[in-house]
């Protein structure tokens, strides 16, 4: 099973939004609404921010929201913060005998 | 509030085997969801290893299948980890977390350990 493929890094200034893709394929992303999305600061477990494509958990701001196209998730983070920069993972359920699989991880950058 | 603590020797000499124990609290494992492991080398990243039930039912990366145990302790509120054979590829940071099946995410996780295969 193969990670899903993120762009290695993107930006944006404060106030500004950024969106991040995952890309995979029918087996994993497309075939399933089951999506999630991990914040990660250096040296800091991961925080769940997006799961089920679009569901934020308690305590995450509606800045974070995530969408799903074909074979391919987005996560967009409206109103960049300081606080905001940090490694993105995607994950996605890849079925019953591959499980799931995270993505590669993109760092993002607050200008 | 659920809290997950990983333990386990920070040094495995090559060939052996890597045993880690996560503790958790706040939450009973036998009242439901899923518990995983997750590692990531230095500088890489997330891979899954694999999840258990509080009745033992067991997933597994289908990459290290071959090489991995995991078990859980509902007595202790426990779940741990056996990675048989490591060699320097297996260096990383090894973290647990619940993990909410089929919906494939992990909402709690621990602060995670450093383990360093080397001789």
């Known amino acids: 099973q193969s990670a899903l493929t993120q762009p290695p890094s993107a930006s944006g200034s404060p106030g500004q939004s950024v969106t991040i893709s995952c890309t995979g394929t029918?087996?994993?992303?497309?075939?399933?609404?089951?999506v999630s999305w991990y914040q990660q600061h250096p040296g800091k477990a991961p925080k769940l921010m997006i799961y089920?494509?679009?569901k934020r958990p308690s305590g995450v701001p509606d800045r974070f929201s995530g969408s799903k196209s074909g074979n391919t998730a987005s996560l967009t983070v409206s109103g960049l913060q300081a606080e905001d920069e940090a490694d993105y993972y995607c994950?996605?359920?890849?079925?019953?005998?591959?499980?799931?699989?995270f993505g590669t991880g993109t760092k993002v950058t607050v200008l | 509030q659920v809290q997950l603590q990983e333990s386990g020797p920070g040094l495995v000499k090559p060939s052996e085997t890597l045993s880690l124990t996560c503790a958790v609290s706040?939450?009973?494992?036998?009242?439901?969801?899923?518990w995983g492991w997750i590692r990531q080398p230095p500088g890489k990243g997330l891979e899954w290893i694999g999840s258990?039930?509080?009745?033992?039912?067991?997933y597994y990366n289908p990459s290290l299948k071959s090489r991995v145990t995991i078990s859980v302790d509902t007595s202790k509120n426990q779940f741990s980890l056996k990675l048989s054979s490591v060699t320097a590829a297996d260096t990383a940071v090894y973290y647990c977390?619940?993990?909410?099946?089929?919906?494939?995410?992990?909402?709690?996780w621990g602060q995670g350990t450093l383990v360093t295969v080397s001789s």
């Open positions: 977390a619940r993990f909410t099946m089929p919906q494939y995410y992990f909402d709690y």
């Open positions: 706040g939450y009973s494992i036998s009242s439901g969801y899923y």
């Open positions: 258990i039930y509080h009745s033992g039912s067991t």
């Open positions: 029918s087996s994993d992303v497309g075939g399933y609404n089951y």
């Open positions: 089920e494509v679009s």
């Open positions: 994950s996605s359920y890849a079925g019953s005998n591959n499980f799931g699989v």
